[in-house]
């Protein structure tokens, strides 16, 4: 497991509440484990990667936890369309690509619903932060919250960054 995936799962944990009924979009899902807490805690997740091997893994990990309300589905950023919106949009350690960051945040303008947010988990990487700071210069309300997460070689710090359309 990633540890921006492990920080994006214990955010979700810390704010419990909100989950219930919620449709939660995750982009790059990789082995999915944020989206699968987030049905745990009663949320409608609809995990999407362009990845065959972690379709692969995010189909396993949800069918070994029975999470009965997540849908895993192939898709690229650049084409990827619903007809739906979401009340929340996660992405784990998926800032560092600059050249995807213009699709991720159309994606987040198109799809996140109103009054919805977008979590965003980074190990503070420095190409991650020109989004961020460009979504709160076009009226976003950018804020994070920072997870000690144990590795292999110490512990590792992961923002959480929490993106709301003013």
Not at 47 to 73: F, G, M, P, Y
Not at 96 to 112: E, F, G, K, N, V
Not at 140 to 151: D, N, Q
């Amino acid at each position: 497991l990633w540890p921006a995936s492990i920080a994006l799962a214990q955010e979700l944990l810390a704010g419990a509440a909100e989950l219930r009924g919620k449709r939660v979009l995750e982009l790059g899902a990789g082995t999915g484990i944020p989206g699968i807490v987030a049905a745990t805690l009663g949320a409608r997740v609809l995990q999407i990667d362009r990845s065959e091997i972690a379709l692969h893994l995010c189909v396993r990990n949800k069918e070994r936890n029975r999470a009965t309300t997540v849908e895993v589905r192939g898709a690229e950023w650049d084409t990827f369309q619903s007809d739906t919106q979401f009340e929340l949009i996660l992405g784990s350690d998926v800032l560092y690509a600059t050249s995807m960051q213009a699709r991720l945040r159309t994606i987040c303008d198109q799809y996140l619903a109103p009054g919805g947010k977008v979590l965003f988990s980074d190990p503070l990487r420095s190409q991650s932060l020109p989004m961020l700071e460009a979504m709160a210069a076009s009226g976003w309300r950018v804020s994070l919250s920072k997870w000690s997460i144990e590795v292999e070689t110490g512990v590792r710090t992961i923002a959480v960054y929490e993106a709301t359309r003013q």
